[in-house]
């Protein structure tokens, strides 16, 4: 695609629901992250994955977050059991490789009510 | 101590003049070093990258490196409306850009 394109834009969930929030990177773009960001602050990083491997997980805050990208292009981070605190804009960004610009995508902003 | 640390501002310049943004880092084992600028809604953009000590000049943008004093800037020349927005710094180990930590950001006024 032209961009990295993120979905759902927003969701809005219930503490204590799963939910799946998507990534589809930038076509050919081998390396693919996620952020997160909180209001007020820079993005926080999460996971880092060069091709369906992820080469770098040590931003997972704790075991109800996974993110996966089976065939190295879309990939999904998966957040258990929400809770409020997980309120925030999911940025994913994609790169060609690992010491090439990252492109981010426009984020989901998930809301846990 | 923050990992890397910015003035949150606002920082508010006139038009025309020149911004200068900066940014501290503690970890001397960062080698690369970005700038991103992000509209207020909308997802980082990068504008600038610098390895080596000195400045990197790129139109109407200046970043400068310091490791010795472990610090980054951008100055931003002839400011316009336009750039008013949060610009994030970031730096990353080992010379790759797989994992950005990233200031809290400066956000940037420039004034008519």
């Known amino acids: 695609g032209a961009g990295v394109s993120q979905t759902p834009s927003n969701k809005v969930t219930e503490k204590g629901k799963y939910v799946e929030l998507r990534c589809d990177p930038i076509?050919?773009?081998?390396?693919l992250y996620w952020y997160r960001q909180s209001l007020g602050q820079g993005p926080e990083f999460l996971i880092y994955?060069?091709?369906?491997?992820?080469?770098?997980d040590s931003g997972l805050p704790n075991d109800r977050f996974f993110a996966v990208r089976p065939e190295g292009s879309v990939s999904t981070l998966k957040i258990q059991r929400t809770e409020r605190g997980d309120s925030a804009v999911y940025l994913c960004?994609?790169?060609?490789?690992?010491?090439?610009?990252?492109?981010f995508g426009q984020g989901t902003r998930l809301t846990v009510v | 101590q923050k990992e890397v640390e910015q003035n949150s501002g606002p920082l508010s310049v006139p038009e025309g003049a020149i911004a200068s943004l900066n940014c501290t880092y503690s970890d001397r084992g960062s080698q690369s070093f970005f700038w991103y600028r992000q509209y207020s809604g909308k997802s980082p953009e990068l504008i600038m990258f610098?390895?080596?000590?000195g400045d990197k000049e790129d139109g109407r943008f200046t970043a400068q490196l310091n490791k010795a004093s472990q610090y980054v800037s951008l100055l931003i020349r002839d400011s316009q409306p336009s750039d008013s927005a949060t610009y994030l710094c970031a730096v990353s180990k080992a010379g790759t850009a797989s994992k950005l930590t990233f200031g809290t950001g400066t956000r940037l006024q420039v004034t008519l």
């Open positions: 076509s050919g773009h081998t390396a």
């Open positions: 994955f060069q091709g369906t491997g992820a080469a770098d």
């Open positions: 960004a994609s790169s060609s490789g690992p010491r090439t610009e990252a492109f």
């Open positions: 610098i390895y080596s000590n």
